[in-house]
């Protein structure tokens, strides 16, 4: 452990303490040094000692003021350690909530949301990293935020339901709302898995604007398209902006038709993020000891002024 002074420069104050002593110095012409006759003789403290006890109330009044400019510079004990950091993985999930999601051709008489909800409960049972929510519909909306309370994040999941946001697919908001629970986030690794049934179809900000705005940031998004297979132009304008949106951030596209196939995937993604292993960071701590110093000034005053009221003070 070592002593710093975080403001060195009220040092320079300790250069008065000289010029006080000088200015302050006992002259014989002033002041009446020491008692002289047979009426003080038993009490006298003749010789070295007596010379130290008439400079004492000064020299304790310089030590004093000597401790209160240290106080000014405000010394701190410094301590330097190392410690284990775990920072994880941070896990936004983006579900698509649009009334398309109510379909029941996943599993026989389960919706699609039914299944994209039970599928990410079973993933979080697997992870114990920071989870945040995003639901979309025709617009973003953030429903949690990064949290490492299991049941929070299981209790959030299992209340979402169809109806709560306006209708539509709005994909490049969905991508811009989850990597923004990424600001200032410490986390190494940070990914977004996207659920979405429809392709985008909301004006404004495109869905590979928003991409690169978050791989900016480090964030991958895992997209995910789910339902029965279909040949149509939504669904391959769907595939085409998810896999672009994966491509961009530097992770997969993903197409699942039943539980199974969706939680193979869940499967994979778990593969591919897995927690990082734990590294050491150098920590400095800052810890004040200027109370010390006030302290010790403040006794030290006390006790030129006890020494000056006894026997042995100087006057005046």
Same mark, same amino acid.
């Given at each position: 452990m070592n002593v710093e002074l975080a403001r060195p420069a009220y040092l320079l104050l300790l250069g008065l303490i000289p010029l006080w002593l000088w200015w302050t110095r006992p002259r014989p012409e002033r002041s009446l040094l020491t008692a002289h006759g047979e009426a003080v003789a038993s009490v006298a403290l003749p010789g070295l000692l007596g010379?130290? &006890?008439?400079?004492?109330p000064a020299l304790i009044r310089?030590?004093?003021f000597a401790c209160l400019v240290l106080a000014l510079g405000q010394p701190q004990s410094v301590r330097s350690y190392r410690e284990s950091v775990? #920072?994880? $993985?941070? &896990?936004?999930?983006?579900? #698509? !909530?649009?009334?398309?999601?109510?379909?029941?051709?996943?599993a026989e008489g389960t919706s699609r949301l039914e299944v994209a909800k039970t599928t990410i409960l079973?993933?979080?049972k697997r992870r114990s990293d920071d989870v945040g929510l995003i639901?979309?519909?025709?617009?973003?909306?953030?429903? !949690?935020?990064?949290?490492?309370?299991?049941?929070?994040?299981?209790?959030?999941? %299992?209340?979402l339901e169809t109806g709560l946001l306006r209708?539509?697919? #709005? &994909?490049? +908001?969905? %991508?811009?709302?989850?990597? +923004?629970l990424f600001r200032d986030?410490?986390?190494?690794?940070? $990914? $977004? &898995?996207?659920?979405?049934? +429809?392709?985008?179809?909301?004006p404004g900000l495109a869905p590979a604007q928003a991409a690169r705005a978050v791989a900016a940031h480090g964030v991958k998004v895992y997209a995910i398209a789910i339902g029965a297979a279909s040949d149509d132009a939504d669904t391959q304008k769907m595939e085409t902006v998810l896999a672009q949106t994966a491509r961009i951030t530097g992770?997969?596209?993903f197409r699942a038709t039943d539980v199974a196939g969706l939680d193979r995937i869940y499967a994979e993604i778990n593969r591919q993020t897995g927690p990082r292993p734990a590294r050491l960071v150098k920590r400095t701590a800052f810890t004040s000891i200027a109370f010390v110093f006030v302290i010790a000034g403040l006794l030290l005053l006390l006790a030129g002024v006890l020494l000056r009221g006894s026997r042995w003070g100087v006057l005046p």
């Open positions: 010379t130290v &006890i008439e400079a004492a310089a030590a004093a775990n #920072d994880g $993985v941070g &896990i936004v999930f983006a579900l #698509d !909530l649009s009334t398309s999601m109510l379909a029941e051709d996943m079973r993933f979080l639901t979309f519909s025709g617009e973003a909306l953030t429903r !949690l935020p990064l949290t490492g309370d299991r049941s929070v994040a299981a209790a959030a999941v %299992t209340a209708d539509g697919t #709005d &994909i490049a +908001g969905a %991508t811009a709302a989850a990597g +923004g986030a410490p986390h190494r690794s940070k $990914v $977004v &898995i996207l659920v979405t049934d +429809g392709a985008h179809n909301k992770a997969q596209y």
